[in-house]
């Protein structure tokens, strides 16, 4: 399929091309909070808000510097690890932020893709043989629906039901209180806390896998291959999860890639409607507010993961697929 | 599977025409089912009325009050806050040297009394005895002067303006161990109502140790007076008090305070209507009448101190004749946007200074009551042509209009309404929507723009809206409006030592500038809290926050403090 002669310039080709797109992404993390109309401090303005007060601000936040000065500022922190302040929930480390809600919500899209890949993909596989049974017309019809739905209606409803009419779960937050007695008590909180966040994203994600899954296998299954399998005499678990499953893989697993990249990121509205302080919702109120920092440093972090994790897909590729990059 | 999958999977019409029937009809099902808002109705399940159920932060026993709050605290310097939240994080703890009555004038709290020298460029205060701070030390007219002087030494965000009127802080003169003199640069009678909002008293034995109390977030440990003490926070999660034993007011009934944070509005109501939280502050018109009609909840109303208003570029022609301002107020009809828009839990009005401040409020000044004819009448007598379908400006300019709004909550919908209205007489004005720090930065900073929509929440004393932002050198004069009579009367009002004959002067002011219209003000929302009256009684509320203040009513207590578990 590729043209290269072997899969170590694949690779190198590969890792160049993406340590391109990483120093683009850093020039544009940088420049796009500050082309937005305003700056940190125009959500202060109001009433009591004087000028001077406003121009304190904006030294403090270093902006009245010339703009070449604030990118190698913005570069030196970067590479050394040193994210700064935050503007809008001044005077609170990045960093503190960062470190308190990425687990948060890694936790909850972890889980999320996890049962998604994990119910999904049998479940596909499981429909594309069905084809045109009634088996696989429930299945495609059900996920086409929880595909469709908006998510954060999905949430609102979760919420009212379970939160509010049959009051199982809870409405808001992430953890009840502060102090854990131990990492299990707090696990165990936090799980409590992230079951309904978890049951939306799910619905969703499962849906894209399973039809992945399936739309992927009805290209494999005519195969000659498969009626050889057949007519081998295996057993059907074993032609579908043996034989048809692994070639119909390389469209799932970029899909995978692509999405455990981007799990730093969290889902906003789900994160919006359970109150659920994770990356999502710092990364969205970040932009709201101009708050550079954080802009900054939360981009980086999912600009990093999702060239990371899409970068392990692509090796893991070579690894699995022997069609691609070549021999040796 | 079948035998032949490739007959199987090639595609049949009726089997692709049945197929695709159901999905449309399931995709459009779903689809449509869009916005959820609406549905979650008053039609509260019975049983859930004294549900007691531990959801979110701490119990919800009787022995805690739990409120809710939109958004989370960063910094509870009690002068150097950045947000409003902040603010009430630290009004929970520090004390103001004075409060306010349920009427809005000003009484004691941390000062019993005071009293002006000097034709009123002096404040003499005594300071109220018995006062501890949640460490154990006693809380004396040093903490005082410390505080007065460190406002003044250091730029605080927003006590700019208080600290322009503060004197030398050498000239700040503790008389004894009870008893502070606190010269200012010049008379300024709104002092005591200013101290109610901005005034903070922090101990001078802790903040003399800090190299730059600016930089202080003060999160970790703060020792203020007040009834509350800190005791455990999770960013953007909850805040835990417990009560002062010690505190030298009314005593409170219970043992505990817990802050939640829930920042999604239909969380909130949900909250509240399962019993797990005890305070909401209500924005009017959302949620208000499923409060009302639940169970176990009831809708309290303080004074507002709100005000919804038009905001006009009076140096933009053909903004700058007032003609034309004045065809536009009566052209408004405030009372259909007032239903519409918040569901009637808003007075509509004239007067830029709400009737909150019932003291300052001028019931009688100029008012526009919705006449279109009226407005056709004044346009046309003032050069406004009508042209066809619309008017024409004494220039010949079609008489065109931007209203520049943020595109959240409300404003679409007023900004809808509004256009129509003023179309109706001619005026023809196209809304533009933008996201709110482009906003700001377009209308408060750049001040491009024609018309625009706002709400503001108005501090205790008058002083400190009316200046900067009506008087020419105000800071926040987005309408760049100037009137020298308007200034004249402000600065005379400062210096009056009569609160009546200070009344007179803002009646006056008022006057001006309903006569002018750099405002056209549309309505006062209400401030609207939703209590669980099924577990709390006694519900006191004062004005511009209502319920939520632990301070006000009389000296040594507040509405926080009055409330009564049931029991």
């Known amino acids: ?328 | 599977m079948p035998d032949d999958i490739t007959d199987a999977i090639a595609l049949d019409r009726r089997r692709f025409l049945r197929a695709t029937g159901a999905s449309t009809a399931a995709t459009l099902l779903a689809g449509c089912s869009g916005n959820n808002q609406g549905d979650t109705s008053g039609n509260d399940s019975q049983g859930t009325n004294e549900t007691e159920t531990t959801t979110g932060g701490g119990s919800t026993g009787d022995d805690e009050l739990t409120i809710i709050w939109p958004g989370g605290v960063n910094n509870i310097n009690p002068l150097g806050w950045l947000t409003i939240p902040d603010y009430d994080a630290a009004r929970m703890m520090y004390e103001p040297l004075t409060s306010v009555d349920s009427e809005g004038q000003a009484i004691g709290h941390v000062a019993t009394d005071w009293e002006t020298s000097d034709n009123g460029a002096s404040y003499t205060w005594t300071i109220q005895e018995g006062i501890t701070w949640h460490d154990g030390e006693p809380l004396t007219a040093e903490d005082v002067a410390f505080t007065f002087r460190s406002i003044k030494e250091y730029e605080w965000p927003y006590l700019g303006s208080l600290s322009s009127v503060i004197a030398e802080p050498s000239e700040i003169t503790v008389e004894d161990e009870y008893t502070v003199t606190t010269p200012l640069t010049q008379p300024y009678a709104p002092l005591p109502l200013v101290l109610a909002d901005l005034g903070l008293v922090i101990p001078k034995h802790i903040w003399s140790e800090y190299d730059n109390p600016t930089e202080a977030s003060n999160t970790e440990d703060p020792i203020g007076s007040g009834p509350f003490v800190f005791e455990e926070r999770e960013q953007d999660q909850y805040i835990n008090f417990s009560v002062d034993d010690e505190y030298w007011g009314e005593s409170v009934d219970y043992e505990s305070v817990s802050i939640e944070i829930i920042s999604s509005t239909d969380s909130q109501v949900l909250t509240m209507k399962d019993g797990s939280a005890d305070m909401l502050r209500l924005q009017p018109g959302q949620y208000v009448n499923e409060i009302e009609s639940a169970n176990n909840l009831e809708v309290i109303e303080g004074g507002s101190t709100y005000v919804t208003y038009i905001g006009i570029n009076t140096n933009r022609s053909p903004l700058s004749d007032r003609a034309l301002r004045e065809a536009m107020a009566y052209a408004v009809d405030r009372g259909t946007v007032a239903d519409l828009v918040n569901a009637g839990y808003a007075t509509p009005g004239f007067s830029p200074i709400p009737p909150g401040l019932e003291f300052y409020h001028n019931p009688d000044t100029n008012s526009y009551a919705y006449d279109q004819e009226q407005a056709r009448t004044i346009l046309s007598e003032n050069g406004y042509e009508q042209q066809g379908g619309s008017r024409v400006t004494p220039d010949g300019e079609p008489l065109e209009l931007v209203l520049s709004i943020q595109n959240t909550g409300n404003w679409p919908r007023i900004a809808e309404v509004l256009s129509r209205q003023l179309g109706e007489v001619g005026i023809s004005v196209e809304v533009n929507s933008m996201e709110s720090n482009a906003h700001t930065q377009k209308v408060s900073v750049e001040q491009d723009y024609d018309l625009t929509l706002n709400t503001w929440r108005v501090w205790f004393d008058p002083d400190p809206f009316l200046s900067p932002v009506f008087e020419e050198e105000g800071t926040l004069n987005t309408s760049q409006y100037h009137n020298d009579e308007f200034d004249n009367l402000m600065r005379q009002q400062r210096r009056a030592t009569d609160p009546e004959e200070r009344q007179g002067y803002l009646y006056d002011a008022q006057d001006i500038l309903t006569e002018e219209l750099p405002w056209v003000v549309l309505y006062y929302p209400q401030l609207l809290h939703g209590m669980r009256s099924s577990a709390w009684e006694n519900s006191n509320p004062i004005p511009r926050y209502g319920m939520q203040s632990p301070y006000g009513l009389e000296p040594g207590t507040g509405p926080m403090v009055q409330l009564d578990p049931t029991e």
Not at chain 1, 73 to 88: E, P, Q, R
Not at chain 1, 114 to 127: D, E, M, R
Not at chain 1, 163 to 192: E, K, M, Q, R
Not at chain 1, 243 to 252: E, G, N, W
């Open chain 1, 1 to 328: 399929m590729a043209s290269t002669s072997s899969k170590k310039a694949y690779i190198a080709t590969r890792v160049r091309n993406y340590l391109a797109a990483f120093a683009a992404i850093l020039a544009v993390n940088f420049a796009i909070p500050r082309v937005m109309p305003g700056d940190p401090t125009t959500r202060f303005v109001g009433p009591g808000f004087t000028a001077e007060a406003r121009q304190q601000l904006l030294q403090e936040f270093g902006l009245n510097r010339p703009l070449w000065e604030q990118f190698l500022l913005y570069l030196t922190n970067i590479f050394t690890g040193d994210f700064g302040v935050s503007f809008a929930r001044y005077p609170t480390p990045v960093m503190e932020l960062i470190v308190e809600r990425l687990p948060r919500t890694l936790y909850l899209m972890g889980a999320s893709v996890t049962i998604s890949v994990v119910i999904g993909i049998p479940l596909g596989a499981f429909a594309a043989w069905n084809f045109g049974e009634r088996e696989d017309l429930i299945t495609t019809q059900s996920s086409l629906f929880f595909r469709s739905i908006p998510t954060f209606w999905l949430a609102i409803l979760l919420v009212f039901v379970f939160g509010y009419l049959i009051p199982i779960f809870p409405i808001s937050g992430a953890t009840g209180s502060a102090n854990h007695p131990s990492f299990i008590a707090y696990f165990v909180d936090l799980t409590y806390h992230t079951v309904l966040p978890v049951v939306t994203m799910s619905a969703y994600f499962l849906a894209g896998y399973t039809f992945l899954m399936r739309g992927s296998l009805l290209d494999i299954l005519p195969e000659n291959y498969i009626k050889i399998a057949e007519s081998k005499g295996l057993s059907e678990r074993q032609v579908l999860f043996g034989h048809a499953v692994p070639p119909a893989f390389p469209p799932v697993l970029t899909q995978l890639g692509f999405q455990i990249g981007r799990l730093a990121g969290g889902a906003v509205l789900v994160e919006t409607v359970f109150s659920y302080p994770g990356m999502g919702q710092l990364m969205f109120e970040a932009v709201l507010a101009r708050d550079y920092p954080v802009i900054q440093a939360t981009f980086f972090f999912l600009a990093i993961m999702v060239l990371g994790s899409m970068f392990l897909a692509e090796i893991l590729y070579t690894i699995i697929d022997p069609r691609i990059g070549g021999s040796e």
